[in-house]
């Protein structure tokens, strides 16, 4: 059976849904197409709803500082379900010498916090005259390099939250490139952050737009309603199938086809909305020129979600993370109940702790039950947790986080020269240029511009953004 359409999208995720969502709302006449894999949309974003408790197996929010995420929240019908957890009210904390310390949401302000030595608060400075390491550093060698050993734990919280990663193995160039392209430009990335600050602020007072922290964002149903609230706006079967599984792509005459086990999908345009691994394999089936690399790699995270009666002493704020030096069990935890108070039932509070990561896929493989009661000594030694927990259960995504460590540059080069040579063949998801919801969001949007330029004006292309650090 033959089908066609102007564009064909291939993944139900958010970023596939979310570059459907920037094409009807542009060009709301356009055929499109969607196809997943799966029963049902959202990819890695995942709610679990039970016994009155709410947690994520997924990504738990995204920060409220993204034009191109609050189109979608508007486009999807979800500013009045919108939840938010202001940055500059609630505090993150980090675990240091086996207890929480309360962290600010700045490098400034971690600075001036009684969190390291003055040593090496003063070892700071040195960036001001410290050269560009050469070639790819990692996270470790950079924040070394420029600010001394010292800040490595809180370098290592950053990624551990966004990535579960390793900073020895993750690249600086990869992870922050506008970071990267700061150094490179002014020499000093205190320097450069000092005229970026300004620049920043004198563009928002100008637009009237407010300064300050940014918020994270979530939905009272839980991070699945955005995805869900995207794809109920596509009419089933004509515009999103389930259940569809992309086999194979090859270019024809005015296009590609991309065949399925019942179907054979024609289009102008093919989006392939994947995890980057998805993606190279699907592409490995085409005549297109191989990638460097044939897959990344992957760090998978287990979210053990404990109730307790409202009892303990939680400290209030965000959650912790934990640095590899401290050896706990746990990388860390949120403190969910906090930021989103209707997440358990009335009286009690929620904890979500996360295991695994990068540097210890082992423990992935732990029973249930052995998790539960690992992840509840851990976090009694940090907090006051007077009862076992009332509520527990294990969610284990079925998803890696991809890791940009070696050869991810050289990847992301190869996907520009194929969208060079390639006007009507456009890659992005889960780990090409980022991984957060915001990154995801934008590389969607990219991908609808360039193919909203085969009907308009080609658009300019703008520069990478330097990502703020927030604990």
Known sequence: MQSSAEVL???AGLSGLATATFLKHKKPDISLLVIEQGDHPGGAVASHIEEGYLAEAGAHGFLDNSLESRVLIHEAGLDEEVEKAPLSKFVRYICLNGQL????????KILHAPLVPLTAKLRVLADLWKKPLPDEPTVAQWVKHRFGKEILPFADAVFTGTYAGDINRLKLEAVMPGLHNMEQTYGSVLKGAVHAGLAAYKKKKKEGKKTGLPA?????????????AMAAKLTPNKEIMYRTVARSLARVKGGWVVRTGQLELHAKHVVIALPVNSCLDLLAYSELPPPPLAALPEARIINVALGFPDKGNIPFGFGYLAPEKEERFALGALFSSQ?????TPEGHVLLEALVGGRRHPERLELPDEEMISRVYDDLQQLIDLPDPPVFSRVLRPNYGIPQLEEGYLAL???RQRLHANNSTLHLCGFGWQGIGINDMHKQAWKMAKRILAGYQEEQEQPQEEVKGVYF
């Open 9 to 11: 999208i291939i993944g």
């Open 101 to 108: 310390n309360a962290i600010p949401q700045s490098p400034g």
């Open 216 to 228: 994270m964002t979530s939905f009272k149903a839980g991070m699945s309603r955005l995805p869900q």
């Open 339 to 343: 930021m989103f108070p209707a997440r």
């Open 412 to 414: 992301l080069q190869w």
